[in-house]
């Protein structure tokens, strides 16, 4: 039962106990020295191998001798071992002094008696019946008065009793005690007050603080004594302990007692219902009055002194000493009420340290009290009645808290700061030992800190980091996705509508006026000035896209996703890879050896992820199935890959991907499953999924290398698009929009910039009017269904990029084609919300810029 | 280790952590360890009335053993880096097989 | 190329059983165990494994609205078999519409709970087994 030393027992149980346990005893000898502090408070003459000690109790035992039963002192010396072993190990300098303190305390507390009693034998007296209640409480009699105080009959006097032993025990022999409370005693004892003679048998446990008190008040200077001598507290923190101990308010000595009798009428007993161990306190009291020692005996014992006791321990060892009496000083003044709720993280005077590894402040654990307006009896007394009832309600709650913290931590403290260090220190040892590679080990949260950093400009982005930023950066929602693509789509088509605004055309007032006629003249029946023939859609060859989907299996599903993941495992060697570059050469200098392989082994691993991508595989033209590289790009993950697979290849590869995907266009899924349905309103929502999959990851590094391609690569790509793929099928997709726009609107730019030769614009304009031929009675079918409702963007972006290179035959037929689209439009605009309204007029405004218009015009005629 | 790294960037997010005994606790989380053991700060129990004992309980300490789901705010969650992550230990564990 | 600094906004050891244990120290707290047991007691000590010492523990036992209390002691407390540790408000402890009743008398009722939840488990469990779901291979009360 007793294995910190001190007898956890009910005070019930104890009585039957007390006989087994001295059996018991002796296994626990080697325990003893731990925490020789407790013990010895427990045991009251356990350590009588010292000479100091012996002398010291011999001096109080001669006193007690009739009131201990034989019983109990044989017990002691059976359970701590007599004189077994303590010395060698206890070279704790204080921890020796401190034995004395009693014996130091009794002849101060002598001393102080004398000239009040004036006469030192009645002080003896005296001496004789209080100091056993508080050394040896746990073994001797008071088990008999607990017992006594325990009936029920009175409970009233246990809150009392309780105080009485929540203040004694910290503040007995030990070391520091407050002052408070030795006013406390001083009043009571000259007053003696009603509840005490009423505590009948209780009478030695109560009148135990007061000794104590006493005691320890004028011990004071045994502390700094101690201090000195070992050199330990810092010098600011001894004044701080002494500062607190001289305090003495002896006013206040008369607020105990009215603040008992305010706990006796409400509160009080109740709490006495719900705390049935609340007799435990008188019996370990001496236990507590060791408090401070057995922390720094404890730290002794440790299995690793050396380690765990660097200096800072020293640092954190005083607040420690300094807390116990501080929170007691507080907590014990009934002159101090509150107004306001204690904070709840200063209920306990506990260190509360988040980081044990030395970041504590020396005084972390913040005094439980603070905060509380002192307030005195006067106060009250000028309260209302409603005030005062509403006061005393408060009052006891507090008290009633204060109570239980008192209770709680008497034995605060027993792990010390260094213990609590020391558990930590295995852990992080043990996380390093399992990590050997720490990044990788920890490489979510490492990474996900750097991105979540990135507002934060100074933080330089690593590559880790910028690898998931994009991805990151989407997360706001699909719709800010898909405009960031667009966006980008955009700016390209702007630019090339730019270039063309900046060479003059004469068609362009023609145009202006063509257009005018049409939808200004009549909006709700526009005059068909240009005759254009309505194409059927249902005209076009309309594939089943179920039949598409399972002729789309060339590969199974399985093989595609373990080669998807082929290419993220090159990946992520790569992205390792990366990290552990030699270090960055200055320029001109020549790579030393260790460079040159990493480089070696970078291209070798880069050769190697081409290889997983499975590019260079031929194209089967009998086969009906995709292509390997358009198989495994049909699933996100692979998708998602391109951008990183990008940041690692040349230029050569990157042509070749694009080649790869422009040649197998109307085999990639986004395009066969992209077409609407003849009712559909919408597409279906995986297949949105997929397209937004491919415009955030596929198209993006592609478009940032077209933009910077050639013309005759463009007309390339584009004669490719032509000859092989259903270029209908294409422009009635949003993907396969996307290239065509991407190509025209690149031609343009190079066209605008002037930099191809004329053979190459030749072939270009050649190329250009094959595909103008192909879509320009089918313009319409380009357009979602219900593209009023749908965000249809990418359509008014394909064709400004296709008015922009068109001849003046070519825009005429563009405008009578959307004529209707365009009005439509502006009027959906008008009915749409403000924003979405105006991105559509925004939207159709690219076009009609395109053409040497601007919405405005239109919107003015109206 | 996965977890633990994953756990980690959930600090100070809300979250439901189910017990395997059915028990399921709302709190902040504060703080998570080697063995998924989780601390939570101004908790509520989902089923109150059925949990008497921590009626009044400000935070607490989850055993990770007993823990069954934790339930994450998506948007704290970062799918891609968390694939790559795995595939990662996954790499790492096939090379400890080795 | 440039990895650059991690930054780290928490420092490692936030991250270990000990930190977390830390501010539980000297404090009331509620010890739920994997038998269903509660245990209100101070956390005096602990270690990596987040094996306790709690000193002036009473088991408190619980039936519908009543709950009765049996003085422990100290308890150390093998890691493993704790389910979780709960701080107890001091300020809202005692507001509980929970009355205090004789140990027996919980004792009995408690008895009879525990016995209808295993079978509850027991019936659950089979069910889970025949639909294909291994259940958990101890009872978690």
Same mark, same amino acid.
């Given at each position: 039962?007793?294995?910190?030393?001190?007898?956890?027992?009910?005070?019930?149980?104890?009585?039957?106990?007390?006989?087994?346990?001295?059996?018991?005893?002796?296994?626990?000898?080697?325990?003893?020295?731990?925490?020789?502090?407790?013990?010895?408070?427990?045991?009251?003459?356990?350590?009588?191998?010292?000479?100091?000690?012996?002398?010291?109790?011999?001096?109080?035992?001669?006193?007690?001798?009739?009131?201990?039963?034989?019983?109990?002192?044989?017990?002691?010396?059976?359970?701590?071992?007599?004189?077994?072993?303590?010395?060698?190990?206890?070279?704790?300098?204080?921890?020796?002094?401190?034995?004395?303190?009693?014996?130091?305390?009794?002849?101060?507390?002598?001393?102080?008696?004398?000239?009040?009693?004036?006469?030192?034998?009645?002080?003896?007296?005296?001496?004789?019946?209080?100091?056993?209640?508080?050394?040896?409480?746990?073994?001797?009699?008071?088990?008999?008065?607990?017992?006594?105080?325990?009936?029920?009959?009175?409970?009233?006097?246990?809150?009392?009793?309780?105080?009485?032993?929540?203040?004694?025990?910290?503040?007995?022999?030990?070391?520091?005690?407050?002052?408070?409370?030795?006013?406390?005693?001083?009043?009571?004892?000259?007053?003696?007050?009603?509840?005490?003679?009423?505590?009948?048998?209780?009478?030695?446990?109560?009148?135990?603080?007061?000794?104590?008190?006493?005691?320890?008040?004028?011990?004071?200077?045994?502390?700094?004594?101690?201090?000195?001598?070992?050199?330990?507290?810092?010098?600011?923190?001894?004044?701080?302990?002494?500062?607190?101990?001289?305090?003495?308010?002896?006013?206040?000595?008369?607020?105990?007692?009215?603040?008992?009798?305010?706990?006796?009428?409400?509160?009080?007993?109740?709490?006495?219902?719900?705390?049935?161990?609340?007799?435990?306190?008188?019996?370990?009291?001496?236990?507590?009055?060791?408090?401070?020692?057995?922390?720094?005996?404890?730290?002794?014992?440790?299995?690793?002194?050396?380690?765990?006791?660097?200096?800072?321990?020293?640092?954190?060892?005083?607040?420690?000493?300094?807390?116990?009496?501080?929170?007691?000083?507080?907590?014990?003044?009934?002159?101090?009420?509150?107004?306001?709720?204690?904070?709840?993280?200063?209920?306990?005077?506990?260190?509360?340290?988040?980081?044990?590894?030395?970041?504590?402040?020396?005084?972390?654990?913040?005094?439980?009290?603070?905060?509380?307006?002192?307030?005195?009896?006067?106060?009250?007394?000028?309260?209302?009645?409603?005030?005062?009832?509403?006061?005393?309600?408060?009052?006891?709650?507090?008290?009633?808290?204060?109570?239980?913290?008192?209770?709680?931590?008497?034995?605060?403290?027993?792990?010390?700061?260094?213990?609590?260090?020391?558990?930590?220190?295995?852990?992080?040892?043990?996380?390093?030992?399992?990590?050997?590679?720490?990044?990788?080990?920890?490489?979510?949260?490492?990474?996900?800190?750097?991105?979540?950093?990135?507002?934060?400009?100074?933080?330089?982005?690593?590559?880790?980091?910028?690898?998931?930023?994009?991805?990151?950066?989407?997360?706001?929602?699909?719709?800010?996705?898909?405009?960031?693509?667009?966006?980008?789509?955009?700016?390209?088509?702007?630019?090339?509508?730019?270039?063309?605004?900046?060479?003059?055309?004469?068609?362009?007032?023609?145009?202006?006026?063509?257009?005018?006629?049409?939808?200004?003249?009549?909006?709700?029946?526009?005059?068909?000035?240009?005759?254009?023939?309505?194409?059927?859609?249902?005209?076009?060859?309309?594939?089943?896209?179920?039949?598409?989907?399972?002729?789309?299996?060339?590969?199974?599903?399985?093989?595609?996703?373990?080669?998807?993941?082929?290419?993220?495992?090159?990946?992520?060697?790569?992205?390792?890879?990366?990290?552990?570059?030699?270090?960055?050469?200055?320029?001109?200098?020549?790579?030393?050896?260790?460079?040159?392989?990493?480089?070696?082994?970078?291209?070798?691993?880069?050769?190697?992820?081409?290889?997983?991508?499975?590019?260079?595989?031929?194209?089967?033209?009998?086969?009906?199935?995709?292509?390997?590289?358009?198989?495994?790009?049909?699933?996100?993950?692979?998708?998602?890959?391109?951008?990183?697979?990008?940041?690692?290849?040349?230029?050569?590869?990157?042509?070749?991907?694009?080649?790869?995907?422009?040649?197998?266009?109307?085999?990639?899924?986004?395009?066969?499953?992209?077409?609407?349905?003849?009712?559909?309103?919408?597409?279906?929502?995986?297949?949105?999924?997929?397209?937004?999959?491919?415009?955030?990851?596929?198209?993006?590094?592609?478009?940032?290398?077209?933009?910077?391609?050639?013309?005759?690569?463009?007309?390339?790509?584009?004669?490719?698009?032509?000859?092989?793929?259903?270029?209908?099928?294409?422009?009635?997709?949003?993907?396969?929009?996307?290239?065509?726009?991407?190509?025209?609107?690149?031609?343009?730019?190079?066209?605008?910039?002037?930099?191809?030769?004329?053979?190459?614009?030749?072939?270009?304009?050649?190329?250009?009017?094959?595909?103008?031929?192909?879509?320009?009675?089918?313009?319409?079918?380009?357009?979602?269904?219900?593209?009023?409702?749908?965000?249809?963007?990418?359509?008014?972006?394909?064709?400004?990029?296709?008015?922009?290179?068109?001849?003046?035959?070519?825009?005429?037929?563009?405008?009578?084609?959307?004529?209707?689209?365009?009005?439509?439009?502006?009027?959906?605009?008008?009915?749409?919300?403000?924003?979405?309204?105006?991105?559509?007029?925004?939207?159709?405004?690219?076009?009609?810029?395109?053409?040497?218009?601007?919405?405005?015009?239109?919107?003015?005629?109206? | 280790?996965?977890?633990?790294?994953?756990?980690?960037?959930?600090?100070?997010?809300?979250?439901?952590?189910?017990?395997?005994?059915?028990?399921?606790?709302?709190?902040?989380?504060?703080?998570?360890?080697?063995?998924?053991?989780?601390?939570?700060?101004?908790?509520?129990?989902?089923?109150?009335?059925?949990?008497?004992?921590?009626?009044?309980?400000?935070?607490?300490?989850?055993?990770?053993?007993?823990?069954?789901?934790?339930?994450?705010?998506?948007?704290?969650?970062?799918?891609?880096?968390?694939?790559?992550?795995?595939?990662?230990?996954?790499?790492?564990?096939?090379?400890?097989?080795? | 190329?440039?990895?650059?600094?991690?930054?780290?906004?928490?420092?490692?050891?936030?991250?270990?059983?000990?930190?977390?244990?830390?501010? !539980?120290?000297?404090?009331? #707290?509620?010890?739920?165990?994997?038998?269903?047991?509660? +245990?209100?007691? *101070?956390?005096?000590? =602990? @270690?990596?494994?987040?094996?306790?010492?709690?000193?002036?523990?009473?088991?408190?036992?619980?039936?519908?609205?009543?709950?009765?209390?049996?003085?422990?002691?100290?308890?150390?407390?093998?890691?493993?078999?704790?389910?979780? !540790?709960?701080?107890?408000? #001091?300020?809202?402890?005692?507001?509980?519409?929970?009355? +205090?009743?004789? *140990?027996?008398?919980? =004792? @009995?009722?408690?008895?009879?709970?525990?016995?209808?939840?295993?079978?509850?488990?027991?019936?659950?469990?089979?069910?889970?087994?025949?639909?294909?779901?291994?259940?958990?291979?101890?009872?978690?009360?």
């Amino acid at each position: 039962m007793s294995f910190f030393g001190f007898d956890t027992t009910l005070p019930r149980d104890r009585a039957s106990h007390a006989a087994p346990h001295p059996k018991q005893a002796p296994g626990f000898s080697q325990q003893r020295d731990a925490f020789a502090g407790l013990s010895r408070g427990d045991s009251g003459g356990g350590g009588g191998n010292n000479a100091e000690e012996g002398y010291d109790f011999e001096d109080t035992y001669d006193g007690l001798g009739d009131e201990l039963d034989e019983r109990d002192d044989a017990f002691n010396d059976e359970t701590f071992g007599g004189s077994g072993a303590a010395p060698d190990k206890d070279f704790d300098f204080f921890g020796s002094t401190a034995k004395v303190a009693d014996a130091i305390n009794e002849e101060q507390l002598l001393y102080a008696r004398v000239p009040k009693k004036a006469a030192a034998q009645p002080a003896q007296t005296q001496q004789r019946q209080t100091k056993p209640a508080v050394s040896y409480a746990a073994a001797t009699k008071p088990k008999v008065i607990q017992k006594h105080v325990e009936i029920p009959d009175i409970p009233e006097l246990k809150p009392e009793m309780s105080l009485w032993t929540t203040t004694s025990p910290e503040a007995t022999p030990a070391k520091s005690m407050s002052a408070h409370a030795a006013a406390h005693f001083r009043h009571i004892e000259a007053q003696e007050p009603p509840q005490m003679k009423s505590l009948a048998g209780s009478l030695a446990p109560s009148a135990a603080p007061a000794a104590a008190a006493t005691a320890s008040a004028t011990t004071r200077k045994f502390k700094s004594l101690e201090e000195v001598e070992a050199e330990i507290l810092a010098k600011k923190q001894a004044k701080m302990a002494a500062a607190a101990q001289v305090q003495p308010p002896p006013p206040q000595s008369i607020q105990p007692q009215l603040n008992q009798q305010l706990n006796q009428q409400d509160g009080w007993p109740i709490r006495q219902m719900q705390q049935p161990q609340q007799p435990f306190p008188q019996i370990s009291m001496p236990n507590q009055s060791m408090q401070a020692q057995p922390i720094q005996q404890l730290q002794m014992e440790l299995p690793f002194p050396a380690r765990s006791m660097p200096p800072p321990q020293q640092s954190q060892r005083p607040p420690q000493n300094d807390r116990v009496p501080d929170h007691l000083q507080r907590g014990s003044i009934p002159g101090h009420l509150p107004f306001q709720p204690m904070p709840q993280n200063q209920q306990f005077p506990a260190n509360n340290m988040q980081f044990p590894m030395g970041m504590m402040p020396p005084h972390a654990g913040q005094p439980p009290f603070q905060g509380m307006p002192p307030m005195g009896q006067p106060q009250i007394m000028q309260m209302t009645e409603e005030e005062r009832n509403k006061f005393l309600e408060e009052e006891s709650k507090r008290l009633k808290r204060n109570h239980k913290i008192q209770q709680l931590s008497r034995y605060n403290g027993l792990m010390t700061p260094s213990d609590k260090n020391f558990i930590t220190r295995i852990q992080l040892q043990q996380l390093v030992s399992v990590n050997e590679d720490q990044f990788n080990e920890d490489f979510y949260y490492q990474v996900y800190m750097a991105i979540r950093a990135r507002n934060n400009p100074q933080q330089p982005l690593n590559q880790f980091a910028q690898t998931y930023l994009g991805q990151q950066g989407a997360r706001g929602g699909r719709a800010r996705r898909q405009d960031n693509h667009l966006l980008r789509m955009q700016q390209q088509v702007q630019r090339a509508v730019q270039a063309a605004k900046a060479r003059p055309k004469a068609s362009q007032l023609v145009l202006e006026g063509s257009l005018g006629k049409i939808s200004f003249s009549n909006v709700k029946t526009p005059k068909p000035l240009l005759s254009i023939k309505k194409q059927d859609s249902t005209g076009l060859a309309n594939p089943d896209p179920k039949a598409a989907h399972s002729t789309f299996a060339g590969i199974d599903r399985r093989s595609i996703l373990s080669a998807a993941e082929d290419i993220y495992r090159c990946l992520l060697d790569l992205d390792s890879h990366e990290r552990k570059h030699p270090g960055s050469n200055l320029a001109g200098q020549q790579p030393d050896a260790a460079t040159i392989q990493w480089l070696e082994t970078r291209d070798a691993m880069i050769a190697k992820l081409w290889r997983s991508m499975r590019i260079m595989e031929p194209i089967k033209a009998e086969s009906k199935a995709p292509h390997p590289f358009i198989a495994i790009l049909s699933v996100k993950k692979a998708k998602e890959a391109i951008p990183r697979v990008f940041r690692y290849i040349d230029l050569e590869q990157r042509i070749t991907i694009l080649t790869m995907i422009t040649i197998s266009l109307d085999q990639v899924d986004v395009i066969k499953d992209g077409r609407y349905q003849v009712d559909a309103v919408a597409l279906s929502p995986e297949t949105r999924k997929k397209i937004e999959g491919f415009s955030q990851y596929v198209l993006p590094p592609l478009l940032s290398y077209v933009s910077e391609a050639q013309l005759s690569v463009i007309t390339g790509l584009l004669g490719i698009l032509i000859d092989r793929v259903n270029v209908l099928v294409l422009s009635q997709t949003q993907i396969g929009l996307a290239f065509l726009t991407m190509f025209t609107s690149r031609a343009e730019i190079i066209k605008q910039a002037g930099s191809a030769d004329e053979m190459e614009v030749a072939k270009w304009t050649q190329m250009y009017d094959r595909l103008f031929s192909i879509l320009e009675d089918h313009l319409l079918d380009i357009f979602p269904p219900h593209g009023v409702q749908v965000d249809d963007m990418y359509v008014w972006q394909f064709l400004a990029s296709m008015a922009v290179g068109a001849n003046m035959q070519q825009q005429q037929k563009m405008v009578g084609a959307v004529k209707d689209r365009v009005n439509e439009n502006v009027q959906a605009s008008k009915t749409l919300p403000q924003e979405m309204g105006q991105q559509k007029l925004a939207n159709t405004n690219l076009f009609l810029r395109a053409l040497g218009l601007d919405i405005d015009l239109l919107l003015a005629q109206q | 280790m996965l977890f633990f790294s994953f756990f980690k960037t959930l600090v100070d997010h809300e979250v439901t952590i189910e017990l395997k005994n059915d028990l399921s606790i709302r709190g902040t989380l504060k703080s998570v360890d080697q063995f998924l053991n989780i601390k939570l700060d101004d908790i509520h129990v989902v089923d109150e009335v059925k949990y008497p004992h921590l009626s009044a309980v400000k935070n607490v300490f989850i055993r990770g053993s007993v823990v069954r789901y934790v339930h994450l705010p998506a948007n704290a969650v970062d799918t891609a880096l968390l694939e790559d992550a795995t595939r990662r230990e996954a790499a790492a564990q096939a090379n400890k097989a080795k | 190329m440039d990895v650059g600094i991690l930054p780290e906004p928490l420092p490692p050891q936030v991250f270990t059983t000990g930190a977390q244990l830390l501010d !539980l120290t000297d404090k009331k #707290l509620v010890i739920v165990l994997r038998d269903g047991r509660k +245990l209100i007691g *101070v956390l005096r000590s =602990y @270690d990596q494994y987040a094996n306790l010492v709690l000193q002036d523990t009473v088991e408190r036992l619980y039936s519908q609205n009543l709950y009765a209390d049996v003085p422990r002691g100290v308890y150390i407390v093998r890691g493993e078999n704790v389910l979780l !540790l709960g701080e107890i408000d #001091l300020d809202k402890e005692d507001d509980t519409p929970l009355q +205090l009743a004789s *140990v027996d008398e919980i =004792y @009995d009722a408690q008895k009879a709970e525990s016995a209808q939840k295993k079978q509850r488990e027991k019936k659950k469990a089979r069910k889970l087994h025949s639909l294909g779901f291994e259940a958990e291979n101890e009872l978690i009360l």
